[in-house]
């Protein structure tokens, strides 16, 4: 009698059904015992502080008492209890000291990361994000880093990042704007941030790390194309790049511009919207929305263009090399007291 081989056809599709029950089985068992982690943590954060608060039991171990426990429980559980960690169970109690606010999607990694962020609307966002969007924990923290939510309140619409932290508040009533960050963090492209860039090379790297773009560009994109060409009679038009946004319910044109933004670049982005609304949108889809992705933003030349006021153009920076928090932080500031001054101008006019 022939010996079956494991992959013949008639064992391949329970082998298949077996895989996928085992890689199930994995994943439930990983995430039960992240449940359970995060759980201890919690429990050993709040007993740290209810002995904390005790009165005689504080006066008596003040700063000792984080180190004492670290030494007898590394010497009887092992790694993970260190000074440093439990001061992170402590400090994780104090920030959710309600139970049921801890998001069972969530590790113990991802709750580290969130203790950086000291605001706390900007957490519960982070929360809710990371939560609802399946971000991993090196994901969290990166967006974490490159201030993810200022970036998108530097859109100026701050209703658009309460309403995308209630779950409850439809996708319907988010605005293009909101979905723009201002500037766009690309270091995970591995690029120079300093020399002549090609557009050609920024457009492909973009595209070799599709995954973190999107990423970076926010809920709801799905990529369509790359060098879409529309025509009109007597010429051809290629667009950098295609998404569709199917929270937006539009397509999104990305024009990467590695210099300075010019005002025809504003108008040639302008046109594409306008043809591809009337070549490509589809019955049932919104107004489709234009972003220039470029190196340098005159604000100046924001002011007297299209761009002013656009719910459907748009002008932001990227940045290939991933500054430190405070120089971003100082960027942002300076970015939203621009915008502050161009408005108070109109006004005066």
């Known amino acids: 009698m022939a010996n079956l081989i494991p992959n013949t056809p008639p064992l391949s599709g329970l082998l298949n059904a077996l895989r996928e029950l085992i890689q199930q089985g994995r994943q439930q068992a990983l995430r039960a015992v992240d449940r359970v982690q995060v759980q201890t943590c919690w429990e050993i954060g709040r007993h740290i502080v209810e002995f904390e608060q005790g009165g005689q039991a504080r006066a008596a171990y003040g700063k000792k008492l984080l180190p004492k426990l670290a030494e007898s429980l590394t010497r009887e559980f092992g790694k993970g209890f260190d000074t440093t960690n439990l001061r992170h169970m402590r400090g ?29 609307e900007a957490r519960e966002w982070y929360v809710h994000e990371a939560a609802s969007q399946n971000w991993s924990a090196r994901a969290l923290d990166r967006q974490i880093g490159t201030l993810y939510y200022e970036r998108l309140l530097l859109s100026g619409d701050k209703a658009g990042v309460a309403a995308e932290a209630d779950a409850n508040i439809s996708a319907l009533q988010q605005t293009p704007r909101e ?19 090609l557009e050609s090379k920024l457009e492909q790297a973009l595209m070799d790390k599709l995954q973190a773009f ?32 199917y929270l937006l319910k539009c397509f999104v044109l990305i024009d990467l511009k ?6 025809q670049d504003i108008g040639q982005m302008d046109m594409y919207v306008r043809m591809y609304d009337d070549l490509k949108r589809g019955e049932g889809d919104n107004p489709t929305v234009g972003i220039l992705l470029c190196e340098h933003k005159d604000h100046s030349v924001v002011r ?17 090399v991933l500054p430190s928090e405070e120089e971003l932080r100082l960027e942002i500031e300076r970015e939203r007291d621009a915008i502050e001054a161009a408005r108070r101008w109109e006004e005066e006019e």
């Open 179 to 197: 979905f723009v960050r201002d500037p766009v963090m690309l270091e995970f492209l591995g690029l120079p941030g300093t020399g002549k860039l």
């Open 214 to 245: 999107l990423l970076e560009l926010g809920k709801g994109f799905a990529f369509v194309a790359r060098q879409q060409r529309i025509s009109t009679e007597t010429q051809d038009f290629y667009i950098d790049l295609v998404f569709y946004n």
């Open 258 to 263: 590695t210099g300075k933004l010019a005002h």
């Open 92 to 120: 994780f109690y104090l920030a959710f000291p309600i139970r049921d606010t801890v998001r069972r999607e969530l590790s113990w990694s991802h709750y580290r990361a969130l203790l950086r962020v000291s605001n706390k």
């Open 304 to 320: 007297y263009s299209v761009l002013n006021d656009s719910e459907q153009l748009f002008a932001t920076r990227y940045r290939l």
